[in-house]
C-alpha cells in the first residue's frame, strides 16, 4: 500500500499530506464509499447497474462518478453508448476496507474482522 518505497511519501512533511487529506474528502461520503465497495465486488459496473446497488438516481451517480474520475479513483471503459467504471487501483477499496475496520472497534467488543482472523487460526490450530 506504500506509495513510496523509500519513505519519504510517508514523513510528516511530506508534500503528499495534503492529497491525502483530499483523498479523504472524496471518500467522505456514503455514497462514494458504496461505490468503491459495489466495484470492488463486482470490477465492472454501469452507472445504471451502480445506481440499483446504492440505491441512488442514475444522475446522482453520475455525478459522484465524475467527481471520482477526476480525482483518479475511478477510471472508464466505453462499448458502445455505455461506459463501465471500474477502481483506477486497489488503494481506495483498501482505503475503504480499513475505514470500515475503524467502525467496527467503535462498536465496542471484538470486532467482526478480528472474530474472523480468530476463526480460521482455531481452524488451522490442532
Same mark, same amino acid.
Given at each position: 500500500?506504500?506509495?513510496?518505497?523509500?519513505?519519504?511519501?510517508?514523513?510528516?512533511?511530506?508534500?503528499?499530506?495534503?492529497?491525502?487529506?483530499?483523498v479523504f474528502a472524496m471518500l467522505a461520503d456514503?455514497? &462514494?464509499? &458504496?461505490?468503491?465497495?459495489?466495484? &470492488?465486488? @463486482?470490477?465492472?459496473?454501469?452507472?445504471?447497474?451502480?445506481?440499483? =446497488?446504492?440505491?441512488?438516481?442514475?444522475?446522482?451517480?453520475?455525478?459522484h462518478l465524475a467527481k471520482m474520475r477526476l480525482?483518479? =479513483?475511478?477510471?472508464? &471503459?466505453?462499448?458502445?453508448?455505455?461506459?463501465?467504471?471500474?477502481?483506477?487501483?486497489?488503494? @481506495?477499496?483498501?482505503?475503504?476496507?480499513? @475505514?470500515?475496520?475503524?467502525?467496527?472497534?467503535?462498536?465496542?467488543?471484538?470486532?467482526?474482522?478480528?472474530?474472523?482472523?480468530?476463526?480460521?487460526?482455531?481452524?488451522?490450530?490442532?
Amino acid at each position: 500500500m506504500f506509495a513510496d518505497s523509500s519513505g519519504c511519501g510517508r514523513l510528516p512533511e511530506s508534500e503528499y499530506v495534503e492529497l491525502a487529506v483530499e483523498v479523504f474528502a472524496m471518500l467522505a461520503d456514503a455514497t &462514494r464509499v &458504496r461505490i468503491i465497495m459495489a466495484l &470492488r465486488d @463486482a470490477g465492472e459496473l454501469s452507472v445504471n447497474h451502480l445506481a440499483d =446497488i446504492v440505491d441512488k438516481s442514475p444522475a446522482a451517480v453520475s455525478q459522484h462518478l465524475a467527481k471520482m474520475r477526476l480525482a483518479r =479513483i475511478v477510471s472508464t &471503459r466505453q462499448d458502445g453508448t455505455r461506459i463501465f467504471y471500474r477502481l483506477a487501483n486497489e488503494h @481506495a477499496q483498501q482505503l475503504v476496507a480499513d @475505514a470500515i475496520f475503524q467502525a467496527e472497534h467503535s462498536l465496542g467488543g471484538t470486532p467482526h474482522h478480528h472474530r474472523q482472523a480468530e476463526e480460521s487460526r482455531a481452524v488451522v490450530e490442532p
